[in-house]
């Protein structure tokens, strides 16, 4: 279902292509909010669903979050990425663990002023997440 992300009114979005969104019919506001649900039974699936979300003011994020997937070069893994950068807070905060078996390859819950000199303090170094689903 799509819904306005500004008056919650449904939007159809029937003919909506990437580059021209529907109009919303209440407010004309193209933005959107989205639900995610799911239920999935199944013997042995695993699932996993990628979040990236930014919130902000005019200008920096004041928060990102982010909850995906991604393959380590260094140790050719798939790892799951759990951060998140407060900066109101001034807070940073990041989990990487090897998607196979659990185990912890990288923790930081420390000031983001602590935090420098890493790929996740430039804004336009944010890794491109993916859905991801595996059957076992
Ligand atoms: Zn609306």
């Given amino acids: 279902m799509n819904v306005c992300g500004t008056c919650n ?16 019919q209440k407010c004309c506001s193209t933005k959107r909010s989205h639900d995610c649900a799911g239920d999935i039974k199944g013997e042995g699936a695993r699932v996993f669903m990628s979040l990236k979300a930014r919130m902000k003011d005019p200008g920096k994020p ?9 393959i380590n070069r260094d140790l050719d893994k798939v790892v799951e990425i759990h951060q998140i950068i407060d900066r109101r807070n001034n807070w940073y905060y990041k989990k990487v663990t090897d998607y196979e078996n659990g185990s912890v390859i990288r923790y930081a819950n420390k000031p983001l002023s602590d935090h420098t000199g890493h790929g996740a303090t430039k804004i336009n170094n944010v890794v491109d997440c993916k859905n991801y689903v595996e059957a076992i």
């Fill in 62 to 70: 004041y928060i990102e979050i982010k909850n995906c997937l991604d």
């Fill in 9 to 24: 009114a449904i939007v159809d979005t029937f003919n909506e292509t990437p580059e021209k969104r529907a109009v919303c």
